[in-house]
């Protein structure tokens, strides 16, 4: 059954599609048919920049147990990074102190 309820989030980040890199400015994500994974419903994943058009689009279809280990790995790398060193706040080349630096 699809529940018809898209959550969307805003992206700072970006991203390769099949017209090259691009910046993807929202995110959505939806349980419903996949168009090309071979399940009855999948966990759907859009990036994309609506002001670039349908080519700034990159488009995932997982199952729930895919869409849910992804979670946790994504989790995984956050804890195991140093606070703030994949942050929008941090320049590209900046030094990132440890959580227990004075």
């Known amino acids: 059954m699809c529940t018809y309820q898209t959550f969307k989030v805003e992206l700072d980040g970006a991203a390769k599609g099949a ?8 995110g959505a994500v939806y349980v419903d048919h996949p168009f090309h994974a071979c399940h009855e419903h999948t966990v759907n994943i859009d990036f994309t920049d609506p002001a670039a058009g349908p080519s700034a ?3 995932v279809e ?3 147990e895919s869409a ?3 979670v946790g790995a994504i989790q995984q790398a956050l804890a195991a ?8 706040g941090t320049p590209a080349g900046a030094p990132v102190r440890s ?3 004075a």
């Open 62 to 64: 997982l199952t729930e």
């Open 57 to 59: 689009r990159v488009a």
């Open 81 to 88: 990074a140093p606070p703030g060193l994949a942050s929008a």
């Open 19 to 26: 017209s090259g890199w691009f910046t993807p400015t929202e």
């Open 99 to 101: 959580a227990g630096a």
């Open 68 to 70: 849910l280990a992804l």
